[in-house]
């Protein structure tokens, strides 16, 4: 199952602030409440800051949840790190202290701060990621990731 979504902001003239967003998934889920989230995930969405889904995350965290395969493209700041860190920690059991989720980013820097997002919104779930990054020690790697529910490389 693949559900592909694809948010530009270079339409024509006349169109809406949101640009033309192509999906093949009819569903749009208006608010975080309505998306039947983990009460503590909740509240991590909300103590970070958010107050209503953003366009790609109206579309894209219940196919995520749902187990679909999803291709997401949006411009820089529309809430996609938040998106699949939502449908990721929605998943997890924070009660296995194994890794459940890897996620691989194309910097130090995104690493670092998709970390801190997962972090943030799962601070009341009790949930764990590591940022496994080129350049630090493996033996420290090894021995702290392992224990995470998710890693980020």
Not at 6 to 26: F, K, L, Q, V, Y
Not at 40 to 57: D, N
Not at 84 to 104: C, G, N, P, R, Y
Not at 108 to 117: D, G, M
Request: glycine share 8%; hydrophobic share 40%.
């Amino acid at each position: 199952r693949l559900y592909c979504l694809i948010h530009r902001d270079n339409g024509p003239e006349g169109m809406e602030p949101d640009g033309i967003i192509e999906s093949n998934w009819t569903e749009i889920t208006d608010s975080f409440d309505e998306m039947n989230l983990r009460e503590a995930l909740l509240r991590g969405i909300y103590a970070y800051g958010f107050e209503k889904p953003s366009a790609i995350q109206q579309r894209a965290i219940m196919p995520c949840i749902k187990g679909y395969d999803v291709i997401a493209q949006a411009q820089s700041g529309t809430g996609k790190t938040a998106t699949f860190a939502i449908s990721i920690l929605q998943q997890i059991d924070v009660e296995m202290k194994a890794t459940q989720a890897l996620v691989l980013a194309p910097t130090r820097e995104l690493a670092q701060q998709i970390q801190k997002v997962v972090l943030a919104l799962g601070d009341y779930m009790g949930a764990n990621c590591y940022a496994c990054i080129g350049g630090t020690s493996i033996r420290s790697e090894h021995s702290d990731g392992i224990k995470r529910h998710l890693v980020y490389s």
